[in-house]
């Protein structure tokens, strides 16, 4: 396979040591022991990826299923309501617990934090482990409660459906409780890690943004978890005991959940795109060769969001019969998030302005991130303007949204991502030419599958609907297709992945000439990360001394 | 939060005279060590407080619902206990503090004796707690559907259940965590008995602490929250 | 630009509301097209003039504080216009008209049942008069629910235990759909109302002949439930037993001795003339107590009453 290298490597690059983080031990128990960060990263990286394809194939299903009007493949109808529900419930659950909200911190910066930081591992390397296998256990018993009788109550569970309908939903609940302090524990590790475990001479202003961004998603995780758990705790004791808090029938308020719930779930949205844009923080000064522009207002940003997440939970609740007075001043406070995510945008832009920009693989990524959270973020503004949101709220409209945000922005962001570091996760380099058509496919797939859905939520189709008007069959079946062309790209992704372990160029230290610490380590790197403790000598992303001559 | 800083340049590779077994490879000096698990434990008290946050939300909002039912639930609860177990935790938490004195001031036999008293007071806590459910259960005093309590004035309010069904919800899960922390502090007595803590390693002693502390702050809000409603 | 709304939004402006809408929709719909592009443009722009040349030296920039506090502010006052705009045709119908007419809508697994306030009932089937504020009292017997037309861009959770309530003004007349749009469970894309917007005339004829609910009872049925739901049952058993008034068991067509000594055989002309006269005819030792029903029943529940009392043997 080629190697595509398009940009210079300022230090020369030291010979390879023989033992590496990877092959210093070997045999299945070394990994499941293992307290290492890397390969706890590793092991993550490989179990959300599992998620990931577990609830794409739900995915695909629930677009198969609306490819027209009569669900019919080949002539027979192959799939019933009731099996439609349960795919969208487990594509929603399995994608957010299993998926999202562990995909960038639990793997990606699990890995990279610590030697960001230049540290060689996290606070807390035991308790890092602990919350890998809490999220096997999780898995597990979501997992469990597909196969004993699935769950068809929607990720969001709300009562009183979920307090009475048939179902395993007290396994699924018992997951999302377990999979919440796997959440937590990993929060929690990498705060203590940001706090004590810095470089020497390195400040908090000298930390690369990637850390700033997981930094507050670890203090999301921190204060919203365990809200989100005891609500889950609530729900199953209202279904076992009957308690009268979320059903009606006993004199409970199931709008009172739905505040519990959101007062969780919002926040969690963030725990899910911060480190997306944490990410993106770093591959664009990094394929720029250009300082980051506005490093505090990025910074600042990320811990805005971090707290204005925990007031704005009001807004899923426009038309659930919340006050008035409720919903202006959550319609307020929703239009406030709009500032940090806007600063982030015109601070990347600049940076790339008078840069010197070439277009691998991730910065392809970030590129996409930016168009997508464009259209993702500015498509919220409709929701935070009250008389709007009437219209379009439970509709494909809100469906479509939350897709550019969570898919366009964070699931692209974590390939972009993964691409970045691969060379440093694997020590090879993965195919550029085949990265760079993959990524096309996805963009081109998203924009076909969820683009579609806004004109659909627009002229008020609502979500999680199995039969659906014949008027808006060819758009449906437009979505199904793109839907298809953005599978094709993932699958493209994890084949040509896969293969650069085999086959890909041994890669070098640096291979994009990034200048966070942890590019100063060997790829892959050594056990305990470097050679010798690295210590802050120039803020991140200068570049003024290095400059790129080579191809 | 605990803000103490680290010297951040010290020298990497000099871990500062001879070698700790405590000392894990990836600090550099103990007392990074230190903050660093005290920073964690101190995150995880938050969740902790919002754990139970969520279940106090949770009550006051169900008795803004039911006020009568639940001034009326109380008086079924046994106020000499509730204020007892009160004491005994507020005691107990003095002695959990002794035993960190102790340990830091390498006086490891001393710290076992703390900590196994401190363990005994758990255990009366614990058992007057179990009397107490006993004699609840006796009453027909069920949390949810299984409430069976007869003579309450407001005839078929759920109210009444509602009450005990937070009431066993937040005790019994206090509860969990009284059990959990005697079965920390007793592993922490045989290693104390063993001589494994002192001045320049009491970590495990001070967390555990501090655990207990939370859990007596806990008891704090939940007392005048069940036994006290007026 | 009407083609694009019309891409966009339903083609219907059914509500006085909708407009509204629709104007705020695709006022923040163009200034999301001139945000996107202001960011794409700059980004596909920089991207290929600054695109890799070997040996470029990149400026150090930092930050700028004027730019930043520029791009902070500028969204900040776009916001802040956006919000009020917002929540003032919130308030439009947040707060409903002085006079509108009131229909109680039940929503449960996976019908919409609507009732106006003079007992007529329908079920699945809403019709309402043209231009004529209506003021919607929703709940729910099981699960969650949500009464939506998108025409009207008219939305509102419907919950167990709760009322929510709703006001709009229907202005064109015809034919549109309302669905649920709360997830409630394997019927949910199936709960779906025809929403009709009636001219006054047709809306009268509609009302008198009560809405098509007797359509689907047997008579006798549809008697019972008038029976119960119209006040008779508090005078008149249908178990032989004497209440208020006389029984309706067992009296079709038999003679009944009045109380001024003729005898009338209970047929229908009988019946009706008793809930429209009560006091002409008065069954010997009772009371001349039952007001009339003039008005009050129409010829579908008279029909059925007549018919349950027949079945009463």
């Avoid at chain 1, 923080?281 to 969001?305: C, N, W």
């Amino acid at each position: 396979m080629e190697h595509t290298l398009t940009s210079g490597n300022v230090t020369a690059d030291r010979p390879r040591p023989a033992k590496n983080y990877l092959n210093e031990t070997t045999g299945l128990w070394s990994w499941m022991s293992t307290v290492d960060h890397k390969r706890i990263g590793i092991m993550y990286l490989g179990a959300v990826s599992f998620a990931f394809l577990l609830g794409g194939i739900f995915a695909l299903l629930v677009r198969l299923s609306l490819l027209n009007p009569q669900h019919t493949l080949f002539g027979k109808q192959w799939v019933t309501a009731e099996m439609y529900n349960r795919f969208f419930t487990l594509h929603g659950a399995i994608m957010v617990f299993l998926f999202i909200i562990p995909s960038i911190p639990a793997s990606l910066a699990n890995f990279v934090l610590p030697m960001m930081l230049g540290a060689k591992d996290v606070a807390f390397p035991r308790l890092n482990l602990t919350s890998f296998y809490l999220w096997v256990a999780g898995a597990a018993l979501a997992i469990g409660s597909m196969v004993l009788g699935a769950v068809d109550t929607g990720w969001t569970f709300y009562t009183p459906y979920s307090t009475t309908t048939d179902g395993a939903v007290g396994l699924m609940t018992l997951a999302v409780f377990i999979l919440g302090f796997s959440s937590i524990f990993t929060g929690l590790n990498f705060i203590a890690t940001t706090h004590k475990l810095r470089a020497p001479g390195m400040g908090w202003f000298d930390m690369p943004l990637f850390v700033w961004g997981i930094y507050a998603t670890g203090v999301i995780q921190i204060l919203a978890t365990p809200v989100l758990a005891i609500t889950m705790v609530l729900l199953l004791i209202e279904r076992v005991f009957q308690i009268g808090i979320f059903d009606s029938r006993i004199g409970g308020d199931p709008v009172l959940f739905q505040h519990f719930f959101w007062f969780y779930s919002h926040p969690a949205v963030y725990i899910m795109i911060l480190p997306g844009m944490a990410i993106i923080s770093e591959i664009i000064p990094t394929f720029s060769r250009k300082t980051i522009f506005g490093y505090r207002a990025i910074a600042y940003s990320s811990v805005s969001l971090a707290l204005l997440s925990f007031i704005v939970w009001g807004h899923h609740l426009f038309v659930a019969g919340e006050s008035d007075l409720a919903n202006v001043i959550f319609s307020a406070l929703t239009f406030l998030v709009a500032i940090p995510s806007g600063v982030k945008m015109f601070n990347w832009l600049t940076t790339m302005y008078k840069g010197n920009i070439s277009f691998e693989t991730p910065m392809l990524y970030a590129m996409a991130f930016l168009f997508l959270f464009a259209i993702g973020g500015l498509t919220g503004i409709f929701f935070a303007t009250l008389a709007v949101d009437i219209h379009l709220t439970d509709t494909y409209f809100v469906v479509a949204h939350f897709h550019y945000v969570m898919m366009g922005g964070t699931v692209i962001a974590f390939l972009g991502g993964l691409h970045y570091w691969w060379p440093k996760m694997t020590g090879r380099m993965y195919s550029e030419k085949w990265g760079r058509v993959a990524c096309a496919l996805v963009f081109i797939g998203f924009n076909m599958t969820f683009g579609s859905q806004f004109i659909m939520g627009g002229q008020g189709m609502p979500r999680r609907y199995f039969n659906y008007l014949d008027q808006f069959q060819p758009i449906h079946a437009f979505s199904t297709y793109g839907s298809w062309v953005l599978g094709s790209g993932l699958f493209l992704t994890a084949i040509y992945l896969l293969a650069s372990l085999k086959t890909g160029p041994l890669a070098p230290d640096s291979p994009w000439g990034g200048t966070t610490m942890e590019w100063e380590s060997s790829s892959p790197p050594v056990v305990h990360n470097f050679e010798e403790q690295p210590v802050f000598e120039h803020e991140p992303y200068d570049y003024r001394h290095r400059t790129v001559t080579h191809v | 939060m605990s803000t103490t800083t680290v010297d951040l340049h010290q020298d990497p590779h000099g871990h500062g005279g001879e070698h700790d077994p405590h000392h894990q490879h990836h600090f550099t000096t103990m007392e990074q060590q230190f903050d660093t698990s005290k920073i964690g434990m101190w995150l995880f008290l938050v969740t902790e407080v919002l754990t139970f946050g969520g279940l106090f939300a949770g009550f006051g909002l169900m008795q803004n619902k039911y006020p009568q039912e639940f001034v009326a639930a109380h008086e079924e609860l046994k106020r000499w206990a509730g204020s007892t177990n009160t004491v005994v935790l507020l005691i107990s938490s003095f002695t959990a503090v002794m035993a960190v004195l102790s340990a830091r001031t390498n006086q490891g036999k001393k710290c076992a004796k703390y900590l196994w008293i401190t363990v005994g007071f758990g255990a009366i806590f614990m058992c007057i707690k179990a009397y107490e459910y006993s004699a609840d259960f006796a009453e027909g005093l069920f949390p949810g559907k299984f409430y069976s309590h007869h003579g309450d004035l407001i005839a078929g309010s759920h109210g009444y259940a509602t009450f005990f069904s937070f009431y066993f919800m937040m005790t019994g899960l206090h509860g969990l965590h009284v059990l959990i922390g005697m079965g920390l502090m007793s592993w922490l007595a045989i290693r104390a008995s063993r001589g494994e803590f002192s001045d320049k390693y009491y970590t495990p002693v001070d967390l555990v602490a501090l655990f207990w502390h939370l859990v007596d702050m806990i008891w704090i809000y939940l007392f005048p929250l069940y036994y006290l409603i007026t | 630009m009407e083609w694009l709304r019309r891409l966009l939004l339903p083609v219907d402006q059914g509500s006085e509301f909708a407009k509204h809408i629709d104007n705020m929709y695709m006022a923040i719909f163009w200034l999301s097209v001139i945000m996107f592009f202001g960011l794409m443009v700059p980004m596909c722009y920089f991207a290929w003039r600054y695109r890799f040349k070997p040996g470029r030296v990149t400026p150090h920039q930092t930050h700028n504080t004027v730019m930043e506090i520029v791009w902070t502010v500028i969204p900040l006052l776009l916001c802040v216009g956006l919000f009020f705009w917002g929540i003032i045709g919130y308030m439009q119908f947040a707060v409903g008209p002085g006079e509108s007419m009131e229909i109680q809508i039940t929503a449960k697994q996976w019908l919409w049942q609507f009732e106006f306030p003079d007992g007529t009932r329908a079920v699945n089937e809403l019709h309402i008069p043209v231009n004529k504020p209506v003021h919607l009292v929703m709940t729910s017997e099981d699960v969650l629910h949500d009464f939506f037309i998108p025409d009207m861009r008219v939305k509102r959770d419907v919950i167990p235990g709760r009322y929510t309530e709703y006001w709009f003004t229907p202005t064109t007349v015809g034919e549109h759909v309302s669905t649920c749009a709360e997830y409630c469970g394997k019927g949910h894309s199936d709960m779906k109302a025809k929403v009709f917007v009636d001219t006054p005339a047709d809306f009268a004829k509609w009302m008198e002949t009560g809405g098509d609910e007797w359509m689907h009872h047997t008579p006798e049925e549809w008697g019972r439930i008038q029976y119960e739901q119209k006040g008779c049952q508090s005078c008149h058993n249908v178990d032989g037993t004497r209440s208020k008034g006389p029984t309706w068991k067992g009296i079709w067509g038999k003679p009944v001795k009045l109380n001024n000594g003729t005898t009338v055989i209970v047929d229908e002309a009988y019946v009706r003339e008793s809930m429209m006269q009560p006091g002409a005819k008065v069954v010997e030792g009772f009371e001349n107590i039952m007001p009339t029903f003039q008005g009050l029943l129409r010829e579908n529940e008279i029909r059925g009453l007549v018919a349950y009392i027949k079945s009463l043997q």
